[in-house]
């Protein structure tokens, strides 16, 4: 019963010690608290006083006050106090309770955790031991490994002793070498010396030149005498090839030099420019460092002294340019390394209010990209008019150029052409009622005529004999009546058609009318045709409005390029802005 | 390009006149005809002479003035000289039991100059007065001898009791100028610049060492540039007499300048290229695919470019490993470091060869100071020359092809001829319009396209 055993654990400070009479109650008192009714065999009617009295002694122990006193009275049990302990004694139950619980919990965890250490222990006993076996091993390789080295010493020592020893024997037979081999030379330049003895002294075969005719010589001069003077003139020729030899080469140097000391004074001119407009900036500025204002007087100094002394060869100038450019050289270094430490500086600050900044650059970002569309749409809008007005495949600028120059002469020339046209076009029509005029003079005449001879029919009919005169008059009524109406017909036939072709008749008398600045008969004959093709010039003349047409959108395209340009022009503007301001 | 038919010569020996007039090669050798040598015209390659020679051709070379033609012939000791336009004039020199190991030509072209074996002395003959004269104690070494450009001095090392001098003798006369002793152990070379002012002399291997010399006599410099490993290899001026580049067994190129004579910069050969600028191009070999139809007899019997390999350069990313020879470190003189330098004729442009990268060239650029391109052959490279005129590089490496290199690009050409033309070495024309190509046995003349490249 292990309940049991821990409440007696937890109460066994108070009851074990104090009541050792009255353990059989206190034993009992679990059955009390469990079950109400096991109450019977606690107290019965005859043992209330006790029951009372060792409650009381009970309560006073817990630390309760007491349930009956004995000056009040007797036999009454005050309820009131009976309830409050006994809610009290239901709170301590309760409290108890929930300690047990939690101690028991508190148990389980330390004997899991008990166990767990133990496991632990157990194997960092496992892990020590095989690390001492490893340390152990270890130490035996480091000595074994110590030895080693020793012996390799050893060896190395001896090894070096060997090198130094054969490096010694090897200098001495290299020199004992040498100087065999110089013996040998020696023995060997004496042995030539003989030999060539022997050779010039040896009579029978001599080395000899057989030549046909001796050649001259290849300059065409002739060999000159060993002299003093020869010699000199050998020196001379000598000195004269090295003379020129360094010359050409001081003057490669001389060149470069002038380059390299152009190219120095470009840098220091530049860097003088940096550095000035930088000295003025610094000027406005407070945080202007001290030290700069020191030198910026004698930077003065070498700006001025500097410019003049660059074509100046001598040691001093020299000397002053380059200290000068070193100098600049080196403020131009702390500038460039202040400008980045600035911009460093500039980039962390820029990060750190990064967050504040954007809702304004965000603003002006859109209003850029705004902007940005709108020209889009614009360039979008002017290509589409582009595209409508080029619908024809010149839709290069030079090309639409081209035609734009070929139009107009085309123009010029029709307009001109429509000009004579015209002209010719009125005298025709002159013509024309010059010839109306005439035919109608001629029909006119004609009918006098006719009635004349009428007239002279009649009259010839009424002298004849009414016979032979009818029948002759019959007949030649007839002929007649056969020839006029031919003749009219003819004429009315050839009305028109005499018209139209007179024209074309040089000896026409219309023709003085046309003006003696146009007689050539190609001329003519075109007039002609133009004329006799009047119907077909109407679609001449319109395809003539079609093309003024497109000359007219031709001229338009250049100002609408210009328009483009002006409108790239300021998208590059606005480029530009940007990378200023992005910059 | 076009390809001239081929010619058969001997030896190796084959030289365009200084003028660029005249083609002499060597003749093989026949039953009847013996030691020829014939002179063609260049332009229409129709023989104009032919000489015969006493015996086997050892070396030949042009006079200045491109009249005559001298023809040593080391064994018997003997030198002939033939004129071009007077065809039964002869010369002979006849060096006796002395004996000849070397014959040159003085700038002037009317002197021969001719070493004796073991460089008893040289001796100097002319032409026009039959006089002989000797230059006693000249040193054997790689370069002992060297004219300047002009024609008017030449320098001679010489080795007496031990120590190195060195002589400048003037030309004309060949009266002794100068005569100074170099602080050398043991002189390899001299050259002179080409403004010919300054001589550079270095030591041998075993130490590096340069030593610039003014003209009369004076040390101008010294450059060492490490201690006690192998030193210099090569040395070279550029045209311009304004660098002066130095190989040596470190596979590196160092430039000095002529002011200061001071180190400008390095060029190192390393073996894996990675972040330079440069193009690396590499020789991509390719058999042509043989389709079934092309396996006709017609085109066996006919064509013999069926077996040859077709090749083209490819341009390689970065980085790139290059095959490297390790050295054999036991064997004296071992195949590593910069053997070959060569400036273009405008200075711009360095090319070099690394011995332990035999299939190698590194073109260098002057003016940026670094790598500008690197060609990577299938097989090891054996000649190469720069254009005289244009910054155009060709080389050649023991293959049926001509490859050329200018800073537009890289190009492998096929040597159109039958029988396995493979190009041994090459020189260019004066004109730069032309190459001679020796094989073994064969040349053959290649005609650039003028007009193509100046595109």
Redesign the interface.
Known sequence: MPESSLVKDIHSSSTECRASPLRQFSQSSLPLHRNSYTLSTFCTEHNVQECLSHINQEMSSLGLPPVWTESASNSELNVVVVLNCMYDLIQLHRRGVRTLENMEVEQLKSSSNVDYLQLTSTRLKEQLELSKRENTGLLERERQLQLKVKSLQNLLKNEKEEVQKLQNIIASRASQYNHE??RK??EF?KL?ER??QL?VD?KE???????????????GKR??W?TEK??AK??G???K??LS?YDT?QRE?VLENAELRKVLQQMKKDMVSILSSRKQTLKGDKHEDCCIQADSEDEEEVFDSSTGSVDLYCVHAREKLTNSIRLQWRRLKSHVERLDSQASLAQIGESRNSDAVPRETHEEEMHRLKLEIQQCKDFIQTQQQLLQQLSSPCDEETASLLSDCFMLQEKERLREEWKTLEEQRKIFERERRNFTEAAIRLSHERKAFEEDRAMWLKHQFLNLSPFADSKKSQLSKSKSAFLIPAETQAGAGSAPEKLMKCPSDTTSPTHRCVPPTSPSTTDLCRTFCLISENSSTKPKTKTEHAEESSVFCNGNVPVQHKRWNNSKDHSSHTLTREKNSSI | MNFSEVFKQTNQLCKVSPDGKYLVSGLPICTQTKYRLVVRDVSTLQILQLYTCLDQISHMEWSSDSLFILCAMYKRGLVQVWSLEQPDWHCKIDEGSIGLVSSRWSPDGRHILNTTEFHLRVTVWSLCTKAVSYIKYPKACQKGIDFSRDGCYMALAERRDCKDYVSVFVCDDWHLLRHFETETQDLAGLEWSPNGCVLAVWDSCLEYKVLLYSLDGRLLSTYSAYEWSLGVKSVTWSPSSQFLAIGSYDEKVRILNHITWKKITQFDHPAAINNTKAVVYKEVEKRPAVGSDDLSLHNITIGTTLFNTQSKYEICPLPVQIPVVKPDPDRANPKIGVSTLAFSSDSRYLATRNDNMTTVVWVWDMQKMNLEAVLEQTSAIRCFQWDPRRPRLALCTATTKLYLWSPAGCVSVQVPTEGGFQVQSLSWHCSGDSLILLGKEQLCLCYMDTDQDEK
């Open positions: 081999m110089k030379e020696r330049n030539k030999l060539n050779l040896k075969k001599k080395q000899a030149i057989d030549v046909l005719n001796s050649i001259g010589r290849a300059d060999s000159l060993k020869t010699e050998h020196e020729e000598m000195y090839t090295l030899d080469r140097l």
